[in-house]
């Protein structure tokens, strides 16, 4: 779901709530992370702010970019109006256009190949269900302080599986 042009002001607003979300991977598959910075902002203040992270032993930079959007999502306790900021063209891509041909074709490719990551796509396809989610691409590694953060998140999400 996206949000159209609405204000957020009045009693029933909700606050501005953004995600900043990171993979990182040592080798492709190897040891990874996730990280996700969550922002809660009322009049451009913010009010709250969260830090998720955590890693695998052996995964793939997709895939730790893809957890970290859920781990977004779902730590969420209530419907919300969220916009998760991402330095993957693959995540926003993928659940902003490509994934309505995979489930239209029964998850397969448009090549008629299986989804790569096809249980975490549907997982992140359940998570967005209850939430009005805009997806936000910015480049990695370009200075933007959350974006950095969210990078760092995950590189300490990664830290334990290497050896």
């Given at each position: ?61 997709n895939q730790m970019e893809l957890l970290a959007a859920i781990s977004a999502l779902e730590s969420l306790t209530k419907p919300s109006r969220i916009t998760i900021v ?78």
């Amino acid at each position: 779901m996206t949000q159209a042009n609405r204000p957020n002001t009045g009693p029933d607003a909700m606050p501005d709530l953004f995600a900043y979300t990171d993979g990182a991977c040592s080798g492709n598959p190897g040891p990874g992370g996730w990280g996700c910075l969550l922002i809660a902002r009322e009049g451009g203040t913010v009010v709250k702010q969260k830090d998720l992270s955590g890693g695998a032993k052996l995964t793939t930079n997709n895939q730790m970019e893809l957890l970290a959007a859920i781990s977004a999502l779902e730590s969420l306790t209530k419907p919300s109006r969220i916009t998760i900021v991402t330095d993957s063209v693959y995540v926003k891509d993928g659940i902003t256009s490509w994934i309505h041909g995979w489930k239209k074709r029964g998850w397969k490719t448009a090549a008629n190949k299986p989804v790569k990551n096809e249980e975490l796509w549907k997982r992140l396809d359940a998570a967005t269900a209850s939430h009005e989610v805009m997806w936000r691409w910015v480049k990695g590694h370009a200075g933007h302080p959350e974006n950095e953060r969210a990078d760092e998140l995950a590189r300490a999400g990664m830290a334990p599986f290497k050896t």
